[in-house]
T-cell receptor, first 112, second 113 residues
Framework: SQQGEEDPQALSIQEGENATMNCSYKTSINNLQWYRQNSGRGLVHLILIRSNEREKHSGRLRVTLDTSKKSSSLLITASRAADTASYFCLTNMMTGNNRLAFGKGNQVVVIP | EAGVTQFPSHSVIEKGQTVTLRCDPI?????LYWYRRVMGKEIKFLLHFVKESKQDESGMPNNRFLAERTGGTYSTLKVQPAELEDSGVYFC???????????FGSGTRLTVV
């Protein structure tokens, strides 16, 4: 079953604006990762945040993790046209045979 | 180190034909996973190998899909016969252990016409 759910699922913004995506999950996790997929191509790993971390930065990316609310957010600052892609969260659950679960994904379109 | 390699990067086949996708994990990674994203929807788990054994194949959609990992090295995913709804991007990932260090391949884009 799908663990993560992102809200909103489609986002259209102007270049230079910030884009925020959220991911909710249901069971306890070891870590959570965000990935990007461009136009049906491969998955690109963006950032990993561990369950004992609350916030992490990488370039224009900022990820937060709230384990009490079982949610994470991905913020892309100063968006660029090249940021147009689908963004997925991947949770690594503590229990279960299949411990990895992708969320449904957010389609982000950055308008030049 | 070399990353996870998937071959081919893109395959176009006719309905009813057979296609075999290949994944070469990072050397030494016992865990190998297959996922797919169909029709721009969510990414779904297909199966998980630990070495040559199928740890979890609960995500395999039907018996037209056959995954193997002989010798615990590379893995193949065969679709026979392919149907239109099989079109999508198939991802492979490997990890040394289950909790951390997943590396995904660049995916194989399968188009069934």
């Amino acid at each position: 079953s799908q663990q993560g759910e992102e809200d909103p699922q489609a986002l259209s913004i102007q270049e230079g604006e910030n884009a925020t995506m959220n991911c909710s999950y249901k069971t306890s996790i070891n870590n959570l990762q965000w990935y990007r997929q461009n136009s049906g191509r491969g998955l690109v790993h963006l950032i990993l945040i561990r369950s004992n971390e609350r916030e992490k930065h990488s370039g224009r990316l900022r990820v937060t993790l709230d384990t009490s609310k079982k949610s994470s957010s991905l913020l892309i600052t100063a968006s660029r046209a090249a940021d147009t892609a689908s963004y997925f969260c991947l949770t690594n659950m503590m229990t279960g045979n299949n411990r990895l679960a992708f969320g449904k994904g957010n389609q982000v379109v950055v308008i030049p | 180190e070399a990353g996870v390699t998937q071959f081919p990067s893109h395959s176009v086949i006719e309905k009813g034909q057979t296609v075999t996708l290949r994944c070469d994990p990072i050397s030494g990674h016992d865990n190998l996973y297959w996922y797919r994203r169909v029709m721009g929807k969510e990414i779904k788990f297909l199966l998980h190998f630990v070495k040559e054994s199928k740890q979890d194949e609960s995500g395999m959609p039907n018996n037209r899909f056959l995954a193997e990992r002989t010798g615990g090295t590379y893995s193949t995913l065969k679709v026979q016969p392919a149907e239109l709804e099989d079109s999508g991007v198939y991802f492979c990932a490997s990890s040394h252990q289950q909790n951390y260090g997943y590396t995904f391949g660049s995916g194989t884009r399968l188009t069934v016409v």
